[in-house]
T-cell receptor
Framework: KAGVTQTPRYLIKTRGQQVTLSCSPI?????VSWYQQTPGQGLQFLFE???????NKGNFPGRFSGRQFSNSRSEMNVSTLELGDSALYLC????????????FGPGTRLTVL | DAKTTQPTSMDCAEGRAANLPCNHS???????VYWYRQIHSQGPQYIIH???NNETNEMASLIITEDRKSSTLILPHATLRDTAVYYCIVRVATGYGGSQGNLIFGKGTKLSVKP
């Protein structure tokens, strides 16, 4: 079974631009979560989607948004990029059941210049 | 903030068992204990999880104390490829249709397996 895939793997943007990252979950997984990892803050939860609805949201500004499609694929968008948005963005998928584990993709490395 | 406490770093000799401790003294009755690891610059990898019973899979064993206030991840025969940051996480899961509960990562334990 294929794992979680994320595209692109690497991205370079400049301040003020916007970016869209894509995540395809494991087949059959309908829950998708996004995380940001930086050297200073570590791994931080961004948001969680299930059935095209945001179920949970972390403490990030409104510039960070996401959505989920009917095939469970998800995208996240960051508008008006800041230097501090440079990070590894990770997507994780899981089955919707009690205690189920999340499986992570390889991440998208975003660099903002 | 993370609800777990782990040592910052540990060393282990190749071929020996690696025992990684985790304290979660404020764990609630419906919270699971999860272990993930992250090899440099890769996405975190799920290892194992448990609620109150000890668990074992092909990667590791998870020992949870009876009061559930602490746990130990055991890698029975550590190899150089097990060098990684190991995260212990407690998480509420509400089941189908609800939020699965986000993972709150602390700083983890950096395990170095040495030849």
């Amino acid at each position: 079974k294929a794992g979680v895939t994320q595209t692109p793997r690497y991205l370079i943007k400049t301040r003020g631009q916007q970016v869209t990252l894509s995540c395809s979950p494991i087949s059959g997984h309908r829950s998708v979560s996004w995380y940001q990892q930086t050297p200073g803050q570590g791994l931080q939860f961004l948001f969680e989607y299930f059935s095209e609805t945001q179920r949970n949201k972390g403490n990030f500004p409104g510039r960070f948004s996401g959505r989920q499609f009917s095939n469970s694929r998800s995208e996240m968008n960051v508008s008006t990029l800041e230097l501090g948005d440079s990070a590894l963005y990770l997507c994780a998928s899981s089955l919707q059941r009690e205690g189920n584990e999340q499986f992570f993709g390889p991440g998208t490395r975003l660099t903002v210049l | 903030d993370a609800k777990t406490t782990q040592p910052t770093s540990m060393d282990c000799a190749e071929g020996r068992a690696a025992n990684l401790p985790c304290n979660h003294s404020t764990i609630s009755g419906n919270e699971y204990v999860y272990w993930y690891r992250q090899i440099h610059s890769q996405g975190p990898q799920y290892i194992i999880h448990g609620l109150k019973n000890n668990e074992t899979n092909e990667m590791a064993s998870l020992i949870i104390t009876e009061d559930r206030k602490s746990s130990t991840l055991i890698l029975p025969h550590a190899t150089l490829r097990d060098t990684a940051v190991y995260y212990c996480i407690v998480r509420v899961a509400t089941g189908y249709g609800g939020s699965q509960g986000n993972l709150i990562f602390g700083k983890g334990t950096k395990l170095s397996v040495k030849p």
